[in-house]
T-cell receptor, first 113, second 116 residues
Framework: GQSLEQPSEVTAVEGAIVQINCTYQTSGFYGLSWYQQHDGGAPTFLSYNALDGLEETGRFSSFLSRSDSYGYLLLQELQMKDSASYFCAVRDILTGGGNKLTFGTGTQLKVEL | DARVTQTPRHKVTEMGQEVTMRCQPILGHNTVFWYRQTMMQGLELLAYFRNRAPLDDSGMPKDRFSAEMPDATLATLKIQPSEPRDSAVYFC??????????????FGSGTQLSVL
């Protein structure tokens, strides 16, 4: 099976940088994704890493280390609108035709003034 | 903008009643997922389809839940009979997986189900 661990809550101030970590265990790891979900809303895709290293998209970056089964999401120049839950998710290539996407329990980010 | 459409947005029903949730995936997408979200369990994968074929429904209670894709434009999730513990937000998501590195899923707005 798969398991993912991420902190339940993180608080930071506007303009700061915050890192949300994710460690995972899966038998057939293929890639790590990040999704954002505002209260009452639907998850929306942020980034995907299949290879080791850093992927940058605007203020958001995502990092993966396959050897450490670890990744993180880095949010820079935090804004109030970044207050949301952030989920990491792993693709398992060995089960269900290689499309099974399992989500972590989510990290609630609170951005304060 | 292309979007995943889910109906109904909200459903309140009594225990024992049948509940049907519908999802229209984005045109051209070949994978459809059903997730259930609760405070306690987070986002749980219930079932998913690729090219309308069910690939994995191991997360779904088989005695009361069923998921189908009668055609490429419609996916359904049924609960019969419903129970209070089924109260949750049910999300449908679709994606286009042509290569294994195509990862982006698009989620619908969800169906908030309350079983009394």
């Amino acid at each position: 099976g798969q398991s993912l661990e991420q902190p339940s809550e993180v608080t930071a101030v506007e303009g700061a940088i915050v890192q949300i970590n994710c460690t995972y265990q899966t038998s057939g790891f293929y890639g790590l994704s990040w999704y954002q979900q505002h209260d009452g809303g639907a998850p929306t895709f942020l980034s995907y890493n299949a290879l080791d290293g850093l992927e940058e998209t605007g203020r958001f970056s995502s990092f993966l280390s396959r050897s450490d089964s670890y990744g993180y999401l880095l949010l820079q120049e935090l804004q109030m609108k970044d207050s949301a839950s952030y989920f990491c998710a792993v693709r398992d290539i060995l089960t269900g035709g290689g499309n099974k996407l399992t989500f972590g329990t989510g990290t609630q980010l609170k951005v304060e003034l | 903008d292309a979007r995943v459409t889910q109906t109904p947005r909200h459903k309140v029903t009594e225990m024992g009643q049948e509940v049907t949730m519908r999802c229209q995936p984005i045109l051209g997408h070949n994978t459809v997922f059903w997730y259930r979200q609760t405070m306690m369990q987070g986002l749980e994968l219930l079932a998913y389809f690729r090219n309308r074929a069910p690939l994995d429904d191991s997360g779904m209670p088989k005695d009361r839940f069923s998921a189908e894709m009668p055609d490429a434009t419609l996916a359904t999730l049924k609960i019969q009979p419903s129970e209070p513990r089924d109260s949750a937000v049910y999300f449908c998501a679709s994606g286009l997986v042509e290569r294994l590195n195509n990862e982006k899923l698009f989620f619908g707005s969800g169906t908030q189900l309350s079983v009394l």
